[in-house]
């Protein structure tokens, strides 16, 4: 479980304080467990709104416009003899209301379609109200096609009614029309200012399953992605009992030195698992699967190698399915190096994260402990899965143990300090942060050249709003990887909260694009950015790069709910007229 940046826990959340846009704004791990598609524009307002009741009630006058006053064409008082057309229909909707109060829809039905009838054609909001209150009627029967047809009618004549806007969203998700549902709860959250919680629970919803119904159909039928060479260095690095990951032995490398400069020594033995070995030293890694595949069809000696290492870069390009059946294999070989099955262990634990299946990681994880109780990676990679967990004791206990076996783990103590301020930020003590803040000034000192420390501290420091310092921990973090993109995206989205300098703040994630132009963290931040700004197309562009860029389902699914949050914000501006504030 590489963590090229650090890790968030399922259910996420940002620091109090931030703004909206900053809190949408993802700053957790490559697998965003449970971030699902938090509307970009009113996380904050969704965790602060007030729960509304469900809208059951009908109404007994229209809901205005903005600007407008829903008083006029009321009826005429009781001293008239005689009623105008307008009157009769406000009577007959009062008695519906009657009647809907009873717990008689169908009765109820039948008066509001009276008072429409009765209702002259240009009181639009008077006539607007009845069709929402028939809508309502029908909602109690489950009659959603009617509703949705009855809110139709009250939109027209009314466009901006939340009533009916609302309850047309909640009928196309019965009906399983999604992005209509999309389009109306979008309009909703805008003109409610995103304070209704109800809307926003709704919203995030459907983005949801949107999102998961079209990762499901592109990631199955997706071109296979090689992810840069950065990326793939970093995901290495995080083991240290990786057989596989580990250079070419003396003894497997030709004794001749290079005939000349830039060409590759070769390798002894007619295996294709070495030679798989020997690309990966080159970094030439687009020959690593088929290499390999040529040492397990033919059975050599060096098959469970070969079949982990395959695995491997089924899951790096984002083919679990494929990497599933050798990972398996492996860990079944009994005979196989403890090691080997261990490291399948965890690489298969980490699938299931991803597959949001935590019980099924949770299990891997453990077992590689049960063969081999002496692998530091495994107890490194389970801390990590518990911090995703939210499990910050059990994560602990993990990284002190990964220390004891390796007490030169630099990655391992960087990780501890983070679930240390985790812990003590998510429980407000004063003192335990400060404890946390000292002990990443520890790390630092005691492993100056570990980048990992250095950012996590930077991810602390921007809680604290040290912003100054955070900075300056980014910038060392750049000297010792300059090449590491996601530190660039981060250092810009700091700007952003810390001085509110766009420019600057695009600059460096354009400078990350500049880097690793498959960097899908670059493109989902600037996409973020672009829909605060406005910039609602520019973010739908960024967000299908991205896309096209994931290396997981689940990852796949969440930019798919970003990008679709953004599109219906397009739709609903050019029906309605209505944008959310932007930056």
């Not at 919803?205 to 090689?226: Q, S, T």
């Not at 497997?252 to 033995?269: L, M």
């Not at 699938?351 to 453990?366: G, I, K």
């Not at 700007?495 to 899908?520: F, R, T, V, Y």
């Amino acid at each position: 479980m590489a963590a090229s940046k650090p890790v968030e826990p399922a259910g996420g959340g940002g620091p109090a304080g931030l703004s909206r846009w900053q809190l949408a704004l993802v700053l957790g791990a490559p697998i965003l467990l449970g971030a699902g598609a938090i509307y970009l524009w009113g996380r904050r307002a969704a965790r602060r709104g007030k729960g509304a009741s469900e809208r059951k009630t009908p109404e007994g006058r229209a809901s205005p416009g903005p600007g407008g006053d829903a008083g006029s064409g009321q009826p005429d008082g009781p001293g008239h003899e005689e009623m105008s057309p307008l009157g009769r229909a406000q009577a007959a909707k009062n008695k519906g209301n009657k009647y809907f109060k009873a717990g008689k829809y169908e009765s109820a039905i039948q008066c509001y379609t009276e008072a429409i009838s009765l209702c002259p054609p240009e009181k639009n909001l008077d006539l607007s109200t009845f069709y929402q209150n028939r809508a309502a009627a029908y909602e109690q029967l489950q009659k959603w096609t009617e509703v949705a047809q009855d809110c139709t009618k009250a939109v027209e004549l009314n466009p901006k009614y939340v009533k009916a806007l609302f309850r047309r969203a909640k009928a196309h998700e019965k009906l399983d029309n999604k992005k209509e549902c999309l389009e109306d709860v979008t309009a909703v959250c805008i003109l409610e200012a995103f304070q209704n919680q109800q809307s926003m629970l709704l919203a995030d919803k459907v983005l949801k399953l949107l999102g998961k119904e079209k990762a499901k159909e592109k990631y199955k039928n997706r071109e296979p992605l090689m992810p840069s060479p950065q990326f793939i260095k970093s995901y290495f690095s995080s083991f240290t009992d990786d057989i596989i990951s580990q250079p070419l032995l003396k003894g497997e490398k030709s004794d001749e030195d290079k005939d000349k400069e830039g060409e590759a020594s070769e390798v002894k033995e007619n295996s294709g698992y070495l030679r798989a070995k020997q690309y990966m030293e080159e970094e030439n890694y687009d020959k690593i699967i088929s290499e390999s595949t040529k040492e397990i069809e033919a059975k050599g000696k060096y098959m469970a190698e070969a079949l982990l290492l395959r695995a491997t870069f089924y899951l790096l390009i984002g083919n679990a399915s494929a990497a599933k059946p050798d990972l398996d294999q492996v860990i079944s070989m009994e005979d196989a190096n403890v090691k080997l099955r261990a490291n399948a262990l965890i690489k298969r634990g980490s699938m299931y994260m991803q597959q949001q299946q935590p019980v099924l990681s949770t299990q891997d994880f453990n077992m590689a402990a049960d063969i081999d109780p002496q692998n530091a990676d495994v107890y490194h990679h389970r801390g990590q899965l518990k911090i995703l967990l939210d499990q910050i004791e059990e994560a602990v206990e993990d990284f002190d143990e990964c220390i004891r076996l390796r007490p030169n783990s630099a990655l391992a103590q960087a990780q501890k300090c983070f679930a240390l301020y985790r812990q003590a930020y998510t429980g407000s003590n004063a003192l335990t942060v400060q404890a946390a803040m000292k002990g990443f000034e520890d790390v630092i000192k005691k492993f100056p050249k570990c980048a990992e420390g250095y950012a996590l501290y930077a991810q602390a420091l921007t809680d604290q709003q040290q912003f100054g310092k955070a900075d300056e921990m980014y910038d060392k973090c750049i000297d010792l990887e300059p090449d590491n993109a996601t530190t660039y995206v981060h250092k810009g989205l700091l700007q952003l909260q810390w001085k509110q300098d766009l420019d600057k703040g695009l600059e460096l994630i354009s400078k990350a694009i500049e880097i690793d132009n498959k960097c899908d963290f670059a493109y989902e931040t600037m996409g973020t950015i672009e829909v605060q700004r406005g910039n609602l197309d520019k973010a739908i562009e960024m967000f299908n790069k991205a896309i096209n860029l994931a290396k997981s389902e689940m990852e796949m699914a969440h930019l798919y709910s970003l990008c679709d949050a953004a599109y219906a914000q397009t739709e609903v501006a050019k029906k309605y007229g209505l944008k959310p504030p932007t930056l």
